[in-house]
């Protein structure tokens, strides 16, 4: 099958690696500013690995699945580790599953193009070290209902403005309630409605920022070694702004 369809079609970002463009959704898979690869890595995957290198098993959400970036680049970052990594994702666009074995993926994928074969076709891969699982449905209900606790989330959904639903406070209450004490939340997203919805949920809320990509926002429960934002004061700021509601 094509990757280019009526829903979508690829499109080369700045770093060189292809996303893609949803006509359904109006809007690009990943900022063709940062490009894809270095999107993911930067904003989602080191962070992430950062924050979880003393663990031997990692449990991670990744939102949503898409062209699976955030899930093949934490391969690629892991390639020389021994850690057991489960991956659960939610997708509810099964054509782009199917289709993602005609993707143009950057080189440092190309050792993973059995895997995305093998999801293409059955949305679930499992090895010794790893199993990552699609779930074709509505992240709202994966989030709802299953009852794994998660290490790392990666929130990557269309932006607050084009998919409100993947950015609410009720939503994020129940991201809130499946991530362990200790775990972190990265998103692109810095706008202030969805930093107040995570600090409803008891997150606390820190700016990423680092050479070469755009502010990124990092979240836990617990305090983690970044720049805090004051939530609080910019809401007094912005007394307009509120998180986004169901
Ligand atoms: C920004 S893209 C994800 C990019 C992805 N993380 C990647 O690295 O390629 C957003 C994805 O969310 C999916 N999506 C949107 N709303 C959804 C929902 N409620 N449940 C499941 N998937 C959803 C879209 O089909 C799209 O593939």
Known sequence: MAFDSLKHKAVKSEDGSFTAYSNEFEEHYHSTKDGALHESLCKHVYPALKHTQEKEEIFILDI????????????????????????????????????????????????????????????????????????LGDARVFVRETDIKFDIVYQDAFSPSTNPLLWTSEYFKDISSIMKKDAILT????ALATRIALEENGLKVYLHKGEGFRNATLASKIDLDYEKVDVAHKMRCNPQVNSLKD
């Open 64 to 135: 949503c699945f898409g062209l699976g970036f955030n899930t093949l680049a934490t391969l690629y970052a892991l390639k020389n580790s021994n850690k057991k990594i489960h991956i659960y994702s939610p997708e509810f666009d099964e054509d782009l599953v199917q289709s993602l074995v005609d993707f143009n993926y950057p080189k440092e994928f190309y050792t993973y193009k059995n895997i995305i074969s093998v999801l293409a076709k059955t949305q679930k891969y499992e090895s010794k070290k790893l199993s990552i699982n699609i779930f």
């Open 187 to 190: 998103t692109y997203s810095t």
